[in-house]
């Protein structure tokens, strides 16, 4: 044990959970952790030093791995693991063969253990499913030079972002003096094409990231996309990420080495290009502080008993529990804005204000509907965006729609099913796809014991009450839908799921139009393809439903592309599956995990939507590509507007 650290067995009480007393760092004025107290910014190494510094605890290894075993057990794509399909067959990960391997490997760090778990849940490309420690995503790297694959003269390359210089000032100017305090001129590099980083061509590298680092999503292509630089909306507002390659999730490199031409030169220039790290984290001044502010178990880490007096009002509301679908991406924490001269000149139309930005082009006949998110603050705030925008179109003779979905990361269920059926109309019954969740033997348990003390879906997500049957009626709350279950053989595993069900999502809050308001042939979708969660099965719903055109931007050139990121259809939290099986009475069955004693989040794709090709099929493994591509150009690789009246010509 190191000399700096103390650990000790002693369990204690927050909030009625056992904790376990966190790593006590001896006073010493050696303290990597006391070094970068209160920086915004830290260089990597500093940074690392701080993770790095919490010695291994095989209390926390048992405690952790128990949870992630047992969570394991109601992840929906668990078996497709076992060889996955084409073309998806790189994601095919041995998972029950990885945790043996990590609950019995030596690790010199509590950071080592929790990175390797985090890894492997990474490699999974599956943003739904992952080991999130919160004492570890605490710093994120950025790198003075984000890069974009951008046509130029015909011929695709990667460059350094052109408008690097306006976004990185936008960082602000603790990021950018320290880079002058170490005489490092980052601005030269703006728009310079990349020969090569870390000694590989600048597309390879971005496989190997893609790989090895991004996770999130089943189609490598998609990842790929997912390394470059590129516009959003972040919160309310227009923003632009770093990209995998330029803002990764983790401090653990200190420079990265570009060979580049710069612009206007034809001279060949080795670089090698600093990161500095930006704290994300919560207000420390040491170890101690560190661990107890970022890393222990507080009383939010773990799920409670919604029926119990004490944890009431944890329940939300007396509305129903609304399903999300949607991923946490590490890469995408730091939102910076997009530099002013790449906003939109086109006047927003009314419904503008939150996480959609709508606007008419100048050709005046078409309108632009940027959905940035499916996760709102204000739930039926987004409805009413979408009608004002489109009453709004309508009002001003708008006859054709664009939708971008550019780095939507998901959201709320059934907003997504909402924009579906605002589009396409309400005669299209149920707006959403066929779905079940996986009965493994606690959950038919918990279903059991949802219906014996009369939970509804104010309360669990296992209520009947929150689905209807295939003829799209409410399915009463005495229905058992895990029985008879179903099964199959995946792979040569059996699975067992529960009956097929529709989500209940209506009565909405504005008036469903009957026929779609626009003709559907006019309607189209762009993007990126970092589309994620509710977000692919929205416009999984509009390309299998409806044939709706589908164009995507970027990639790599000659490598295929899916039109969407990872298609679930519901995202249980730690917290939620934990509250489910606590609120159903069964926190003590011998299925049942323990409490966490970290603060940490292990998220599950707790149901499959089926597809409409092909029921058999999650959407997830439906194979289906954008009906066009398209290279970025300097033009439209970080200009919306540009993009949008590109791609009005092309698509209508």
């Known amino acids: 044990m190191p000399a700096s650290l103390v650990w000790t067995g002693l369990l204690f009480m927050v909030v009625g959970l056992p904790i376990l007393s966190s790593a006590i760092p001896a006073p010493r004025s050696a303290d990597p952790c006391a070094k970068i107290a209160g920086q915004a910014f830290v260089v ?47 994601s095919t990960v041995q998972i029950r063969q990885e945790l043996a391997r990590i609950n019995t490997t030596q690790y010199s760090s509590d950071y080592e253990f929790n990175r390797d778990l985090y890894n492997v849940t990474t490699i999974l490309n599956d943003g739904h499913t992952r080991w999130l420690p919160s004492c570890y995503q605490t710093f994120q790297n950025l790198l003075p030079a984000p890069v974009v694959t951008l046509e130029v003269n015909g011929e695709q390359n990667v460059f350094i972002a052109p408008d690097s210089v306006e976004f990185i000032n936008l960082v602000g100017t603790e990021y950018t003096d320290y880079f002058a305090s170490i005489g490092f001129d980052w601005q030269r590099l703006a728009g310079a094409r990349v020969l090569s980083i870390a000694g590989m061509d600048p597309y390879a590298y971005a496989d190997l990231i893609a790989d090895t680092e991004t996770g999130n999503y089943l189609d490598h292509g998609v990842r790929v996309n997912s390394c470059w630089s590129s516009y959003r909306i972040s919160g309310t507002d227009f923003s632009q990420r770093f990209g995998d390659i330029a803002g990764p999730g983790f401090p653990d490199r200190n420079t990265l080495t570009m060979e580049v031409l710069l612009a206007n030169s034809t001279k060949k220039e080795t670089v090698t290009i600093p990161f500095l790290a930006s704290y994300l984290g919560e207000n420390f001044t040491d170890s101690a502080s560190f661990w107890t502010a970022n890393c222990a178990a507080n009383n939010e880490t773990n799920g409670v008993d919604f029926l119990s007096g004490s944890d009431l009002g944890r329940a939300g509301s007396s509305l129903p529990k609304r399903p999300r679908a949607v991923i946490k991406d590490a890469s995408q924490r730091n939102a910076v804005g997009l530099p002013d001269p790449f906003l939109p000149t086109a006047p927003p139309v009314n419904g503008s204000e939150a996480v959609i930005k709508s606007f008419i082009l100048p050709d005046k006949k078409t309108g632009v509907m940027f959905v940035g998110s499916f996760e709102p603050d204000d739930f039926n705030g987004f409805q009413f965006d979408v009608e004002a925008a489109i009453k709004q179109f309508k009002a001003e003779g708008v006859s054709q729609v664009l939708i971008d979905l550019s780095n939507n990361g998901g959201g709320f269920v059934c907003l997504g099913q909402f924009l579906h059926e605002y ?47 295939l ?59 970092d589309c994620a969660s509710t977000c692919a099965m929205f416009s999984t719903l509009m390309f299998e439903r409806h044939q709706t055109k589908v164009a995507i931007f970027g990639g790599k050139p000659g490598l295929a592309m899916e039109y969407k990121g990872m298609a679930g259809n519901q995202v249980l939290e730690w917290t939620d599956i934990d509250s489910e099986i606590k609120t159903s009475g069964l926190a003590n069955d011998p299925l049942a995990p323990p409490d966490l004693l970290v603060n940490a989040d292990f998220r599950h794709n707790w149901r499959t939507a089926y597809s409409f090709l092909n029921e058999k099929v999650p959407i997830a493994y439906e194979s289906e590509h954008p009906q066009f591509r398209f290279p970025f150009t300097v033009e439209t690789y970080m200009n919306p507007q540009n993009l949008w009246e590109f791609a009005a010509k092309q698509l209508f």
């Open 471 to 529: 003829d799209n009626v409410m399915l009463p709350n005495t229905f058992n839908y895990d029985q008879p279950p179903v099964t199959s053989v995946i792979n040569g595993a059996t699975y067992i799921e529960s009956q097929r069900f529709f989500d209940v999502c209506t009565p909405f809050a504005v008036d469903m139009p009957e026929e779609p308001p626009f003709d559907l042939s006019k309607v189209a979708i762009v993007g990126n393809a």
């Open 423 to 469: 589009l396409a109309g309400s005669k299209i019954g149920n707006p959403g796809f066929q779905s079940t969740n996986r009965a493994n033997p606690l959950a038919q348990k918990i279903v059991e014991n949802v219906i014996a003390k009369g939970i509804t879906s104010n309360f669990s997500f296992y209520a009947p009450d929150n689905w209807a049957s």
């Open 44 to 90: 990597p190494a500093d940074a690392m030093a701080c993770l790095t510094s919490f010695p291994f605890n095989e209390t926390l290894r048992q405690n952790v791995m128990s949870v992630v075993s047992n969570i394991f057990d109601f992840y929906t794509f668990e078996d497709y693991y076992l060889n996955s399909p084409p073309p998806f067959q790189e």
